[in-house]
């Protein structure tokens, strides 16, 4: 288990890494079920560290990680720097990775914009969605007053 001041002074690191940075690099990997990560890198020390990673899954899944969130059940933001020239990374232009950065998952409610409307429609989870079997119920009769 990882002491609290420890994980305070990561997000510190990576948090001043993102807000300074001016240059920023981006790639995609095809891993080996079919998914897809993205990451947004920084030079930092002559290392590029990793800011922002995303996994979009062989099933649709979007998980995000950046200093912000770490990590969850699913997984976490690598610790360790990259290198393009040994890692089997591909260039991507910064528009691709905000593509899928800024998407939404399909579990995940729509963000309000400034107006206070929704910016996409909202879709529940396929468990939460109710299916019609396409027969009225009855209406309740309320109870016999009792005499």
């Known amino acids: 288990m990882v002491a609290p001041e420890r994980i305070a002074e990561i997000v510190a690191y990576y948090r001043a890494l993102d807000e300074s940075a001016t240059l920023r690099h981006h790639f995609r990997h095809a891993d080996e079920e079919g998914g897809l990560w993205y990451v947004e890198a920084v ?34 933001l690598t610790d360790q720097a990259i290198d393009p020239e040994q890692d089997p990374l591909e260039a991507i232009p910064a528009e691709e990775f905000q593509r899928v950065w800024t998407r939404l998952p399909r579990w995940m409610p729509p963000r309000k914009t400034s107006a206070g409307r929704a910016s996409t429609p909202a879709r529940p989870p396929r468990r939460a969605r109710r299916r019609s079997t396409g027969r009225l119920r009855p209406k309740r009769q309320p109870p016999e007053p009792s005499r």
Do not use: F, N
């Not at 002559?46 to 699913?74: F, N, P």
């Open 43 to 76: 030079p930092d020390r002559g290392e590029l560290i990793v800011l922002k990673q995303a996994e979009l899954t062989a099933t649709g899944r979007l998980h995000r990680y950046s200093w912000e969130h770490m990590e969850d059940r699913h997984g976490g």
